[in-house]
């Protein structure tokens, strides 16, 4: 999977989606990601390594290193956490049509889902969003088809879904 350019650059994420493309079928992402912290107490947040072709639309996830990834550590979506899953869908075709096409296609779709999983329009929101591709040899290799759309704050982690927050 690919990590995609956002239209907006999260403060929390910034090493993940400043002007870089989340791929995902390469391991470049370490089997076990760094013990992810609550900000305010400090406490450890529980957070399980799972399969970037497994996410699903409601499950929460921190940020993740590198361009390309085959997992990512997903949390309770009660506990703080950089991204929440809000939308997904399949490319179509047997050819890989590139990653500008790709990114267009996935920007396109993610800000149209947007307004309607957040309550107001991308443009009079203070949140931003990203998403996950599939690479070409992900495509070719994988049968990978999958864009997964990501919602974040840009000015840190949140607590709880951001379906619905109107901000």
Known sequence: ????????SFAAAALLVTGLSLTGCTALFPS??????DSS?????????????????????NDTDGTEVSEVPLVDC???HDFEVYSDFELTGDEFPGTDEI???ADAQ???????????SYDDSTLGYTYFTPTEGSWTDGDDRLVSCLIG???????????GAAK
């Open 41 to 61: 107490t400090g406490e450890e947040i529980e957070q399980t390594d799972t399969d970037v072709f497994a996410l699903s639309v409601g499950q929460c996830l």
């Open 1 to 8: 999977m690919a990590i995609s350019p956002s239209r907006l």
């Open 103 to 105: 990114n267009t296609q």
């Open 78 to 80: 009660a506990d703080e």
């Open 32 to 37: 076990s990601a760094p013990p992810a912290t």
């Open 153 to 163: 704050d840009p000015n840190g982690k949140v607590s709880g879904t951001l379906k």
């Open 110 to 120: 993610c800000l149209s889902d947007f307004e309607s999983f957040v309550g107001i």
